[in-house]
């Protein structure tokens, strides 16, 4: 009877706590975000822990509890006016969980602790809304990802876009043993499939997909009392992400990396095809393929078994882009293998696919010329060229030749696939390295006539004078556009009186130097080298990198032109040099340079071609 009496009290405390918890007068409550996961304590029999989170009418959120005492670790969830809206108490059980709708938009309450109040201890809590997550990592088709789970109750959130009747297959490999799980939700927050691994370290779930929108995933534990590192993948099983072609008669090298991973292939089919696909790995029992349909119906999978092989044979329901998936069949392995498909009807020996590209040393904003003419088929002739530039940019091309630039320095990797006529593919790779050109501008003590033929990476004229910075004194510009004030100058020693602020292709710039120096540039090829000239006289700079006969470089603006100065600080005899097409047998300015200024007296506006 006494026992009773205790339990009713303590059950009566709890009330009580939770009550004036609610209420706000209780100890202060702790913020919790979506995607958030705070551990805390029970230290006192009755006591209940405070959380507050703000949410929207029709949100959906999930509210996890892993206690480290036995038997009804208990949450109750209060909606904005405190009304007692859902709760959950573990029964004979670490560990309790929500799902609820809000009804309302506000600040709702969270109140967890031992659902009779008589355990104390540890505990972790975790709360996410299960459509808009908060704190999500987005996860692309054909990705891998790896992360831990570090907290009791965690879970970790990953999302992805989708269209209606898209069928994915999402698969979880965990370092702890019962119970990596995958809960997966759909735009609107509807748990739509689950997969939780027991008595495994592994879980995998297939679902189409009801709607057009953005999918969350949830990963941990299923109960929230293991911790550990995992990996996740996800994939589009038709129409996936980042796959390779695979061409009959044709065999891949790769490798599985991480755990849970999948390597993608497609290839083309026609119905009523036969085909086999073999696979031979590295690691030891398991090495798994699965075939999908093109419209991602699984028609056939291989698990070697206790061996390093596995291989299938399959006829072909229909016409079109067929996926296959190849790894480990429960994710634990990593490791290298081989695969190789054929066409038993009508086997087609594979194409090989070749290219070059010129020049070997490209820069920034150069043409490319990349050049397929080795490619080859044994059995018939080639339909189409596929390439990936490695930027962003894939063109598909039935020409061996293409042209491309990079805006941008980096190494980038390019793909060729070549398709045949019998729909049989090959790809090759080549990385090409794209950098900024290097160029040095040559100045003497006093006054030099200089121009940019490149565009530099800051166009600020401290940063790029900065190299000579102290070895001179004055910079002037002669802007023939700006008829009210054509001088503008750039003075280091009194920065706050300038009208020049950057230096930029195709402009002439008079500086004085206080001693001989070497200015280096390093840029880009302008991405216009047009150059504006008005009526009169005009300081210019020349935009390219070789150098021109006088003629040939000012044949644009023929008959326009009437005479040509420029200035060389190092012929220390003769410095003024003049071209006037008029009188072409006394010119000593007979080729234009990069680097060098000009003087130009226009008769009428034009635009210089270069």
Request: net charge negative; aromatic share 10%; glycine share 8%.
């Amino acid at each position: 009877m006494s026992y009773q009496i205790n339990r009713r009290l303590l059950a009566l405390g709890v009330m009580i706590t939770a009550i004036v918890s609610v209420i706000g007068v209780a100890q202060a409550a702790t913020p919790i975000e979506y995607g958030e996961t705070v551990f805390g304590s029970i230290d006192s029999i009755t006591e209940m822990d405070t959380y507050t989170f703000s949410a929207s009418s029709e949100d959906i959120v999930l509210i996890r509890m892993q206690s480290s005492w036995h038997n009804g670790p208990e949450i109750k969830l209060y909606a904005p006016n405190g009304t007692l809206i859902s709760h959950g108490s573990g029964q004979s059980t670490y560990f309790s969980e929500i799902a609820q709708a809000l009804p309302d938009t506000g600040e709702y309450t969270i109140l967890a602790g031992d659902h009779v109040g008589d355990d104390t201890g540890s505990y972790g809590i975790f709360v996410q809304r299960v459509h808009n997550p908060g704190n999500a990592t987005p996860l692309g088709f054909g990705e891998n990802k790896s992360a831990s789970i570090d907290t009791k109750a965690e879970m970790d959130t990953y999302t992805f876009s989708a269209s209606s009747e898209d069928i994915v297959l999402i698969r979880m490999q965990s370092s702890w043993y019962d119970g990596p799980e995958i809960k997966l939700y759909a735009p609107n927050g509807t748990l739509i499939s689950h997969g939780s691994g027991q008595s495994t370290y592994f879980s995998e779930i297939a679902q189409a997909l009801p709607d057009t929108g953005e999918y969350t995933i949830l990963a941990g534990d299923h109960v929230g009392d293991d911790t550990g590192s995992y990996g996740i993948f996800v994939q589009r099983v038709h129409n996936p992400g980042n796959a390779t072609p695979l061409g009959f008669g044709e065999n891949k090298s790769a490798s599985i990396d991480t755990k849970a991973e999948m390597d993608t292939y497609t290839f083309s089919a026609s119905s009523e095809d036969i085909v086999l696909i073999r696979m031979q790995s590295s690691w030891y029992d398991g090495p798994e393929i699965k075939l999908y349909a093109p419209n991602g119906t699984l028609i056939s999978h291989g698990s070697g078994q206790s061996t390093y092989f596995s291989e299938i044979a399959q006829a072909l329901p229909d016409t079109g882009e067929y996926t296959i998936l190849a790894g480990d069949h429960v994710g634990d392995d990593t490791g290298s293998y081989g695969i190789f498909i054929q066409r038993l009807n009508d086997p087609g020996l594979a194409p090989f696919a070749n290219f070059t590209y010129s020049p070997k040393n490209p820069v920034v904003n150069q043409v490319i010329i990349f050049n397929a003419t080795a490619s080859y088929d044994p059995d018939g002739f080639i339909t189409n060229y596929k390439w990936d530039f490695g930027d962003g940019n894939i063109t598909s091309t039935t020409e061996k030749i293409i042209t491309h630039s990079y805006p941008l320095k980096g190494d980038y990797v390019v793909n060729l696939t070549i398709t045949d006529n019998s729909s049989t593919t090959n790809s090759t790779t080549r990385s090409v390295q794209v950098v900024l050109i290097d160029i040095t501008i040559d100045l003497y003590t006093g006054w030099n006539l200089i121009s940019l033929p490149l565009m530099p990476e800051e166009t600020s004229i401290a940063f790029v004078l900065s190299p000579i910075n102290g070895n001179y004194s004055i910079i002037w510009e002669y802007n023939a556009s700006d008829t009210s004030d054509h001088w503008k100058k750039y003075d280091p020693g009194v920065p706050f009186g300038n009208d020049l602020t950057n230096m930029e292709p195709g402009k002439g710039y008079w500086i004085l130097m206080t001693s001989d120096n070497t200015l280096p540039i390093s840029g880009t090829v302008p991405v216009s080298t047009d150059i504006v000239l008005k009526t009169g006289w005009n300081l210019m700079g020349y935009n390219s990198l070789d150098s021109q006969p006088v003629a040939e470089a000012l044949s644009s603006i023929s008959g326009n032109c009437s005479i040509v100065w420029t200035y060389n600080a190092s012929d220390t005899a003769d410095h003024w040099k003049k071209y006037d097409p008029s009188v072409p047998f006394v010119n000593d300015l007979t080729i234009v340079e990069p680097g060098k200024g000009y003087w130009i007296m226009m008769t009428s506006d034009d635009i210089l071609e270069i």
